[in-house]
């Protein structure tokens, strides 16, 4: 949450303080295109990732060393991000290009070893699916995680620029004190994670012993129906919900003139997810996984057209943003536990099993819908006047027109499209068959797994 959403607004607010603004515009518009152009290019790196995470073989697990090593450096590496790689942003703008690209690509990769190995952790924890929801429920609890991010964004940079400046905007020092905090706390948190859990060992299991080349790996991956059918609308989904997540704290900011109440779009989702994220497992039992994603996305699109007729009034606003976080986490839920399920399925169809391979499906696609965001908000930023020490005032009103026809007119068309996608799917049904976890271990090892 911190680098796909708040990194863009970091770059358009604070990270070329001092340079003049037409040379700061030229910068903002390219880091925008550059990161949009690598985050592209590495998405399909994702499932190249996901079978190195897969292939690994040590005496901790495949994801432990991962989750570590890999959780570590990113961490350090988005400190350097949010320094303005240690103010060269502000003091040679050119050489900042010239480091940003590398340095963001080993940032781009190592990030995504982690998450890739976090979520392939769940079908190493257990074959059933009903304790698999249990389980993305739990690590999902709140989006505790994203959402304390958007609540103390503003008031911790605003408080640090203060502390080292005097001034009480949103500053670079503000941002590098944030960053601190963020990074600290998932080094700290990928160690809870690498210390508290235990992979499963069982015959189904057993052939993730074996190694998969590349080439079996894309024949597993584009053999998987289910799987990429599941992929699709979650897809269109991410690409509408992207560009508004990006731009929501603008619309604080330049359109609503409000920004001490960005902390709103973080506590609803915050005490939402204490009853959404429990609740799943229960509604799932009497509701299929289709109907819970399509009533999401029903509400998602009501809130869509909320935000299009009521910027100016503050209940409408609130009330919308209801509607808009409250169904993102039983939208996740449903699409992680179907993905998840589908390695079995993938399993049974093709003999390879791909868990971490699977499972950075839904990294991949959120990855292309971050680098949709970035670009969408920089240019937005950029042509819209929402930079530098722009204020509310000074915003015209076609400035407006065009931050509403990106963030809202553009998401609600992309919501429209997924719900439809998603109505035409016959198999996200209310769990996944337990046919697969029918097999006896012992039948599972007399047929050494060659279904």
């Known amino acids: 949450m911190t680098f796909s959403t708040y990194f863009m607004v970091y770059v358009t607010t604070a990270m070329f303080t001092g340079v003049p603004k037409g040379q700061a515009n030229r910068f903002i518009a390219i880091i925008t295109g550059l990161v949009f152009v690598i985050r592209i290019a590495e998405v399909f790196i994702d499932p190249i990732i996901g079978n190195i995470v897969d292939n690994t073989n040590t005496k901790w697990g495949k994801f432990k060393p991962w989750l570590i090593g890999a959780g570590t450096v990113s961490a350090i590496l988005l400190v350097i991000f949010f320094s303005g790689i240690f103010g060269l942003s502000r003091i040679s703008p050119v050489w900042f290009m010239i480091l940003f690209i590398p340095v963001f690509i080993i940032f781009d990769i190592f990030y995504s070893f982690r998450d890739v190995s976090y979520w392939g952790m769940i079908p190493a924890l257990t074959e059933d699916s009903h304790e698999r929801s249990l389980y993305t429920a739990s690590a999902n609890f709140t989006g505790f995680g994203q959402n304390i991010v958007t609540m103390m964004v503003v008031p911790v940079v605003t408080y640090f620029t203060f502390l080292a400046t005097g001034k009480h905007n949103e500053g670079q020092a503000g941002w590098t004190a944030f960053a601190i905090i963020i990074a600290l706390v998932a080094i700290i948190c990928s160690f809870i994670v690498a210390f508290g859990t235990h992979e499963k060992h069982n015959a189904l299991r057993e052939v993730t012993k074996q190694k998969t080349s590349l080439k079996d790996m894309f024949w597993a991956l584009s053999h998987n129906d ?90 409408m606003v609130v009330i919308a943003m209801l509607l808009y976080y409250i169904p993102q986490g039983f939208i996740f839920m449903a699409v992680i536990l179907t993905l998840t399920d589908t390695i079995e399925y993938g399993q049974l169809k093709n003999g390879s099993r791909n868990e971490a391979v699977t499972l950075a499906i839904r990294p991949m696609l959120d990855k292309m819908s971050s680098a949709i965001s970035n670009a969408v908000v920089g240019w937005v930023a950029v042509a819209a006047g929402m930079t530098g020490t722009a204020t509310a005032a000074s915003i015209t009103s076609g400035g407006i027109t065009l931050f509403k026809l990106v963030a809202f007119w553009a998401g609600l068309l992309f919501h429209v499209l997924a719900l439809f996608t998603c109505t035409r799917l016959r198999f996200l049904k209310r769990s996944t068959p337990k046919s697969w976890t029918n097999y006896s271990n012992k039948s599972l090892q007399k047929n050494k797994i060659n279904y």
């Open 226 to 315: 289910q799987m990429l059918w599941t992929a699709l609308p979650y897809l269109v989904y991410g690409f509408g919900n992207a560009a508004t997540a990006g731009l929501m704290f603008y619309m604080f900011k330049y359109v609503m003139d409000k920004p001490g109440l960005f902390w709103i779009t973080g506590a609803i989702p915050t005490v939402a997810g204490f009853f959404t994220s429990p609740l799943y497992p229960i509604i799932n039992k009497w509701v299929s996984r289709k109907m819970i994603y399509a009533i999401s996305m029903c509400a998602m699109i009501l809130a869509y057209i909320l935000l299009i007729v009521s910027t100016d009034n503050l209940t």
